[in-house]
């Protein structure tokens, strides 16, 4: 009796997978249109800057021209700028130096510190506490303005710096943000291991999470120091034009008898934003340095 046996079935090969990119690698791929967007954007917010460089190196008679040309009389405007004993731009200079120095300094302190108890650390009403900083956040600087200004009449700070620099030495948005960015750097484990090693807590948070929190910090320090240095309200409302900040001085520079003098503003304006393209540049180098570190890390 024979015994017929089944051929075997040919076996087809798999197809062979398309070369090619994925679509989520196309997904990341610059188009022409995203490099004009992008050119766009620097050009809109160059230009400002760049407007009133020229405005401050003209004279009052080409304010209107478009479009604008440079001059020659920059340093001139300056001189008279800096002559304006009633706006005593220099001495606000230095006011809003010293006043966005110490309020970036203190903020990223007191908001890192606060960032890792509220992300790492077990106690009693850590929800709640956050719940409150959360609501903070949603309340209106305006809405304090007479208050604070009430208390600070009561403290007999008004015309004096502090008045400008203790209110604002702890933001809400600097600890929610700097716990949101402890809870994806800093690993328990390492907190651990950092425990057994005997470290203690501020041991930990000073050599373990404040490094790790760097990138995080420096954008936060400039975003800080930008907001301070700009700030004008609160200033004008409890300060005195013998103690102003850079924006009071330009205030005063804008508020001619007769006419504005708009080339020295403009000086003005255009030393005022000097200092903070020296800050952007320094801190965002150390935001790239640190998004880098994390980068060869992962």
Do not use: H
């Not at 510190?113 to 305006?142: C, D, E, H, S, W």
Request: proline letters at 6%.
């Amino acid at each position: 009796m024979t015994t017929t046996q089944a051929l075997p079935r040919s076996v087809t090969p798999p197809p062979r997978a398309r070369r090619g990119r994925t679509p989520g690698a196309r997904l990341w791929e610059a188009s022409p249109l995203t490099y004009l967007a992008l050119i766009l954007g620097c050009v809109l917010s160059v230009f400002p800057i760049v407007w009133s460089f020229i405005i401050a190196s003209r004279d009052n008679s080409a304010v209107y021209d478009m479009p604008p040309t440079p001059g020659g009389m920059l340093f001139e405007n300056i001189d008279r700028m800096l002559a304006n004993e009633d706006a005593a731009f220099l001495y606000g200079l230095v006011n809003s130096a010293v006043v966005s120095t110490i309020v970036t300094v203190s903020v990223i302190f007191f908001s890192s510190l606060a960032g890792f108890a509220l992300a790492k650390l077990r106690f009693r009403g850590r929800n709640g506490l956050l719940l409150v900083i959360v609501l903070t956040m949603m309340v209106p600087t305006q809405l304090g303005i007479i208050p604070l200004y009430l208390m600070m009449v009561e403290l007999e700070w008004t015309g004096t710096l502090q008045a400008v620099i203790v209110p604002f030495l702890v933001q809400g948005f600097g600890v929610f943000m700097m716990r949101q960015y402890a809870l994806a750097a800093v690993s328990d484990e390492l907190i651990e291991a950092a425990r057994l090693d005997g470290c203690s807590t501020w041991r930990i948070y000073w050599n373990v999470v404040l490094p790790a929190l760097r990138p995080a910090a420096a954008v936060l320090g400039l975003l800080t120091f930008m907001q301070t240095w700009n700030e004008f309200l609160w200033p004008f409302v409890v300060l005195t034009p013998d103690t102003p900040t850079v924006q009071y001085s330009l205030k005063i520079l804008s508020s001619g008898l007769y006419q504005t003098d708009y080339t020295a503003l403009f000086a003005g304006t255009a030393l005022a934003t000097l200092p903070l393209l020296v800050v952007f540049l320094v801190f965002g180098r150390q935001i790239i340095g640190g998004i880098m570190e994390g980068a060869v890390k992962s």
